[in-house]
């Protein structure tokens, strides 16, 4: 696959990363392999995450195909750059098209990034997951390198104002030892086993995070259960299925604008 585009853009990338003055910190770089297929399944806490999936596989030489939603193909400037990168479309309302897509890059020896819980975690902890990853992963015969990336909800998340001003922050990305699952193998058990290392992962990568809040208005974007002010999973679930409930009865009422 010739590309033209990705190089540019991972240039760019690395240089607002610098003008931001972000600590980089890339864990299990030699987790990620430096030729084939695999599947990078990653949690997902901010609007920057896949730029920061992306740039941690730079050690290995790798460019990552993410599976992104499709009104992002649509857009007029992001659009014709996710395009170029070869990134992969999903239409929610019929994902078997993306499936095939990703599963074509796969046997083909891509990278096909993925972020199981669909949307951003708003309690920073992992939500149940799609079973996608390890259904492609299983039906090309390719490893899934658990993934978690820490500290991006500080500058770009759902909720809460971007902040780009404040340099220096962290940014932990974190690749833990690849899954090899059988294509016999239950698919919901791989996803369980999935759940649990990244889980693992993600709980040492939030202990070992080299910040701590700046004040007591700056506990936001710690879990509640690292005595952060974030939501709990349940109070997110609650949330989230009452702002979806909203947006189905805006859609079903006729001249009710769409919410975010």
Known sequence: MRDIVYPPVITLISASFRALGLRITIEGAQNVPRSGGAVLASNHVSYLDFTFVGYGAKPSGRLVRFMAKESVFRHRLSGPLMRGMHHIPVDRAAGSAAF???????????????????????????????PGAARMAQAAGVPIIPTIVWGGQRLYTKGHPRDFTHRGKAITIAYGEPMMPAKKDDSA????????????????????????????????????????????????????????????????????????
């Not at 599963?103 to 819980?117: D, I, S, T």
């Not at 809040?213 to 974030?230: I, N, Q, V």
């Open 100 to 130: 095939r897509e990703a599963l074509a890059a796969l046997k083909a020896g891509e990278l096909v990034g993925v972020f199981p819980e669909a949307t951003i975690s708003q309690s920073f902890m992992l939500k149940d997951f799609k």
């Open 189 to 260: 058990v791989v996803m369980d086993e999935l759940i649990q290392r990244m889980g693992v992962l993600l709980d040492r990568v939030q202990r070992s995070y080299p910040d701590q809040p700046s004040g007591p208005d700056d506990h936001w974007w710690l879990p509640a259960s690292l005595g952060g002010t974030a939501p709990t999973p349940a109070e997110a679930a609650a949330s989230e299925a009452a702002a979806e409930a909203d947006r189905a009865r805006k859609a079903s009422t006729p001249g009710t604008p769409p919410s975010d």
